[in-house]
């Protein structure tokens, strides 16, 4: 079986530039969540999907960010504009709702210089 | 809210010995999740155990093992038998048990523990 997917691994971008981060999350499975991963912050979470509705989107720093989830396999994190201090590892995961557990992507290193 | 503290920045265990890390958590509710996850040099998050709170009985799989203390809000990892590839970060995190139909499932981390283990 296929794991949660997400593209690009690597992101190098100018700053003030639109990133797009995409996620595929594993079929079957009705929750979604984006984290970020920092030396500084550790892994916080941004926001959570449930059932392609955004359950919980306290976590989203600033309106430079925003996320979608157009349907059950897929959703989005944009950047726009994009800053030096949003360089980070950003990690997908989702869970079926039975499930305690979440199964995480393997992340997309984002640098913006 | 929920907090989780790992005290232990880094840990260094020798090959085949037994290495223990830290997790302790805050929260008014009585019934959650606990988890360790482990991240390699590779990124990946990977499942190591999970415990329910409403069991009192720890959580064991294959050389990993938890000592959960509720009362003592506790949550500490035994390694035994360490190998080269448990070097990792490890992370514990809480998921609180309230909620429904995926309202409340977010994970919340502490900091990580860099796991060293030495030939």
């Known amino acids: 079986d296929a794991g949660v997917i997400q593209s690009p691994r690597h992101e190098v971008t100018e700053m003030g530039q639109e990133v797009t981060l995409r996620c595929k999350p594993i079929?079957?499975?009705?929750?979604l969540f984006w984290y970020r991963q920092t030396m500084m912050r550790g892994l916080e979470l941004l926001i959570y999907?449930?059932?392609?509705?955004?359950?919980?989107d306290s976590g989203m720093p600033e309106d430079r960010f925003s996320a979608k989830m157009p349907n059950a396999s897929f959703s989005t994190l944009k950047i726009q504009p994009s800053e030096p201090r949003d360089s980070a590892v950003y990690f997908c995961?989702?869970?079926?709702?039975?499930?305690?557990?979440?199964?995480f992507g393997p992340g997309t290193r984002l640098t913006v210089l | 809210a929920q907090t989780v503290t790992q005290s232990q920045p880094e840990m260094s265990v020798q090959e085949a010995e037994t290495v223990t890390l830290s997790c302790t958590y805050d929260t008014s509710e009585s019934d959650y999740y606990l988890f360790w996850y482990k991240q390699p040099p590779s990124r990946q998050m990977i499942l190591v155990i999970r415990?329910?709170?409403?069991?009192?009985q720890n959580a064991t799989e294959n050389r990993f093992s938890v000592n959960f203390q509720k009362a003592a809000k506790s949550f500490s990892l035994k390694i035994s038998d360490s190998q080269l590839g448990d070097a990792a970060m490890y992370f514990c995190a809480y998921r609180s048990a309230r909620g429904s139909g995926g309202s409340n499932y977010k994970l919340t981390f502490g900091k990580g523990t860099l796991l060293t283990v030495n030939p």
């Open positions: 079929s079957g499975h009705n929750s």
């Open positions: 415990q329910e709170a409403y069991k009192q």
């Open positions: 999907f449930n059932n392609n509705v955004p359950i919980d």
């Open positions: 995961a989702s869970t079926p709702a039975s499930y305690n557990e979440q199964f």
